[in-house]
């Protein structure tokens, strides 16, 4: 059964549909931001994707061993997560800018929320879609608010496992959702050698739904 994304429709004999991951490729330069809305269009890309969090919506700002940087990490410079998430967060004021410039190069645009107060803003502009990162895979009350919008939702499996898996998708089936996984190997860029492409039949094997790549 196909799904509808926006004007976009993906299931089996459609054609692919390519999304640009904005993140924080920004740099924290708004202009930065708008330009790679302009090179996503130019590179053929059908929708683009923000991550809203906040650095306290995403983590704690604590100095304590598990919220430290690995001095091996090429961000180890930033010293903790909150730090680095704080550097790397799209400043929700920019959202509005950016979706409009997608909408103006007739691209579809979405993100990905962290907490339950970037469902509600989100749901203030005309998203096609919300997309769950993998450590967010098993909240449940993220997926349940979620699946309230209506939207279709994309889940990325890239650190989950296959009880995780099972947990988000009964969750938002059972709240009537429509579900796309993606398969995702959590390295970036991703060595060709893990790329573990057979996964994709396999949870399509599974869940009997529609499987994409996240790269």
């Not at 967060?89 to 907490?115: C, G, R, V, Y």
């Not at 496992?161 to 959702?177: N, P, Y």
């Amino acid at each position: 059964m196909a799904i509808l994304i926006g004007n976009k429709k993906l299931g089996k004999g459609c054609p692919v549909m390519i999304v640009a991951e904005i993140s924080a490729n920004h740099d924290g330069n708004l202009q930065q931001a708008l330009d790679l809305v302009q090179e996503a269009k130019a590179a053929g890309a059908d929708a683009i994707k923000l991550q809203t969090y906040t650095a306290d919506t995403i983590t704690l700002n604590c100095d304590k061993p598990d919220f430290k940087l690995p001095e091996t990490s090429p961000w180890a410079s930033h010293k903790t997560l909150w730090d680095l998430y704080n550097i790397a967060h799209t400043p929700w004021e920019w959202h509005a800018q950016i979706f409009e410039e997608a909408k103006n190069n007739e691209l579809l645009f979405f993100s990905s929320p962290f907490d339950h107060s970037a469902v509600d803003f989100l749901e203030n502009f005309d998203v096609c879609a919300y997309k769950v990162a993998s450590p967010e895979i098993n909240d449940i009350h993220l997926l349940k608010q979620i699946a309230k919008t209506k939207k279709p939702v994309i889940i990325s499996t890239g650190i989950a496992r296959k009880e995780d898996i099972d947990l988000a998708v009964s969750v938002l089936q059972s709240e009537g959702a429509e579900i796309i996984l993606l398969k995702c190997t959590t390295a970036y860029p991703t060595p060709i050698e893990e790329m573990g492409l057979l996964g994709i039949p396999m949870m399509q094997n599974d869940y009997n739904l529609d499987v994409g790549l996240s790269d």
